[in-house]
């Protein structure tokens, strides 16, 4: 129960699952008296109807420490697998967030970090949900390795959609990078493919980006209107389209 991820229950439209999350809290080490008095409609959904009685102590049914040694294994396997781009990005929000200082450079980092220069972006996700993405869709430092970490400093701390990161949080952070490939300038939607290109708009000073392969983006005429709105371009104006590649680390 403590192990399903938020994205499953999203996706099956759960309603109970919370509720009995918060049950089993209640009852933390403690034994219970469970009585089941009716269950109706077993031909769908089912409405189950019970009590239960929270009882005397019993420190075997210890649902929270099981759930934190869970969460504590999951992340020592996260981080087992994790490569030098996403290593730098959690090195440096973790930093910032804890001593609000720029992490230095590590010294093993390959070197195409230290030796390529590109846009990349860097998004967090927290119990399967984003808490913040920032990125450059052109570099704007000395070296790829400089740029995720100013990337990811400000993923943590500038998105204006989501309050800056707490210390307590960073335990359960999943972090991903996206690095970019130069804007090429194309001149007709058929130029372009949802799954291997992001796209970019642009109309005057507005500009919008969409990267590749999202989820619920299946055609180009979605991916343009949407990188349209985010740069508060009407739908009936032109733009100039820009296409792009992305490699993803997780």
Do not use: W
């Not at 020592?76 to 994790?82: D, I, L, T």
């Not at 930093?95 to 992490?103: G, I, N």
Request: hydrophobic content about 35%.
């Amino acid at each position: 129960m403590m192990e399903i991820k938020p994205e499953v229950c999203e996706s099956a439209g759960e309603c109970g699952h919370r509720s009995f999350v918060i049950m089993a809290g209640a009852f933390d080490k403690r034994k219970v008296d469970a009585h089941v008095l009716s269950y109706e409609g077993p031909f769908g959904v089912g409405y189950g109807v019970a009590t239960f009685e929270g009882g005397e102590a019993d420190p075997n049914r210890n649902y929270l420490d099981q759930y934190i040694a869970f969460e504590n294994k999951a992340r020592e396997e996260r981080m087992k697998h994790e490569d030098a781009y996403v290593k730098l990005a959690r090195l440096s929000a973790e930093t910032f967030v804890r001593t609000h200082q720029f992490a230095g450079l590590p010294k093993d980092l390959p070197s195409e970090l230290l030796n390529q220069r590109a846009g990349a972006f860097v998004s967090i996700h927290e119990y399967g949900k984003l808490r913040g993405c920032i990125g450059t869709t052109e570099p704007t430092q000395q070296n790829l390795a400089l740029e995720i970490i100013a990337n990811a400093v400000s993923t943590a701390t500038r998105d204006p959609r989501f309050p800056p990161v707490r210390p307590e949080e960073l335990s359960s952070l999943v972090y991903k990078v996206d690095v970019l490939s130069p804007a090429e300038k194309i001149d007709s939607e058929s130029e372009r493919n949802t799954k291997k290109y992001g796209v970019i708009v642009e109309n005057g000073d507005q500009r919008g980006l969409l990267l590749p392969d999202l989820e619920g983006v299946d055609t180009v005429a979605q991916q343009i209107a949407i990188a349209k709105q985010k740069a508060n371009i009407a739908p009936h104006e032109a733009v100039q389209l820009y296409r792009f590649t992305m490699t993803r680390h997780q």
